[in-house]
């Protein structure tokens, strides 16, 4: 029951609440602590050297950051008693995964387009995505929104779910590291193209089963709203290695085939074959298939296999580290 209780427990507190403000986020603390390691490793242009600082960037916050949930929970759980546990471990595992989050930051996009001001659009959707939007037209705003949506569903929901179903709160720790990593110091900058190629990798690792196993989902929530879930299959078949990344084109296609869109970054990639997502509509279309996607994987797969063996592992971690103590 306590088992069931931290997972159900979290996924209410985010759909209610959403996210904390960023200084009492632990994400953000996670960022926070890469960010001062990143600006005190040197860069020697030896490559070795410098992927070895990179592992290093990356192992100790992963280290750190296990050792103060575990531990955490599990002196809760020793000094306090199962119930203040379960709630703890609610809390603790809703700053580990984001639902509402995703909703929150491509709505008041939808909103700026149904008004009918596309320079706020472009604002709003600039917060959420890299490339320079100042120029975009209605339609590739509203990609940017929908691809967002599709492209986060598997870093925040679907990889966290499957790290707490195997290896309980302690391993979706360990992937939001990984996943924060990446996004801080894993892409191909000068600065980070050695330094942060240890997180890059890993970050592909811990997401290849995430990106995966979140289409039969995608296509279930697709035939649950009536679209067409065979499109969606089709065209992340066909369309999923048109990003550097391994793992993104998997839902972003299959997210453009079964909402009958097309995702477009110019120069970068094109998923699927119908027209820009000009309407608002497309994007709140695209929030309701995470969110059906993610809860379906959630009740279906995730929590099941937390209660057989992820909840298991968890108490296992935490009583070696009372035994420790």
């Known amino acids: 029951m306590c088992g069931l209780a931290i997972a159900l427990g979290a996924v209410l507190l985010d759909l209610v609440l959403g996210d904390p403000p960023n200084r009492y986020h632990p994400v953000a603390w996670m960022g926070r602590l890469i960010g001062f390691l990143d600006e005190r490793v040197g860069r020697t242009g030896r490559v070795r050297r410098d992927r070895a600082c990179g592992v290093m960037v990356a192992i100790l916050p992963m280290l750190l950051f296990f050792i103060v949930y575990t531990a955490s929970l599990a002196l ?16 603790a595992l809703k700053s580990l995964f984001a639902i509402k989050a995703l909703q929150d930051h491509v709505y008041p996009v939808m909103e700026a387009l149904e008004a009918g001001d596309l320079e706020l659009a472009r ?5 959420v995505v890299s490339r320079d939007t100042s120029q975009l037209d209605r339609g590739h705003v509203a990609s940017c929104a929908v691809e967002t949506v599709a492209e986060n569903s598997v870093d925040s929901v679907f990889s966290p779910f499957l790290f707490l179903g195997i290896a309980g709160i302690p391993g979706v720790v ?8 990446d996004a801080m110091v894993g892409y191909l900058s000068t600065r980070h193209k050695d330094v942060g190629w240890f997180s890059a990798k890993l970050d592909d690792v811990m997401n290849y089963l995430g990106a995966r196993v979140s289409l039969p989902f995608i296509m279930l929530a697709l035939a649950m709203m009536g679209r067409d879930w065979k499109a969606a299959w089709r065209t992340a078949r066909r369309d999923h290695a048109k990003t550097a990344s391994p793992n993104k084109g998997w839902p972003m296609a299959a997210f453009a085939g079964g909402l009958g869109i097309r995702m477009e970054k110019a120069g970068c ?6 027209p820009l997502p000009e309407e608002a509509r497309h994007i709140r279309e695209a929030v309701v298939l995470m969110k059906g996607s993610s ?3 959630l009740a279906l797969v995730a929590l099941p296999l937390f209660l057989l063996v992820g909840i298991h592992v968890q108490i296992l971690l935490e009583d070696l580290f009372i035994q420790w103590l």
């Open 174 to 181: 360990l992937y939001r590291v990984s996943n924060t990593l």
């Open 76 to 91: 809760v759980r020793g000094f306090f008693g199962l119930a203040i546990w379960a709630v703890l471990g609610a809390v």
């Open 295 to 297: 809860l379906l994987f």
């Open 123 to 127: 604002s709003k959707v600039q917060m």
């Open 269 to 274: 990639y094109t998923f699927g074959d119908g």
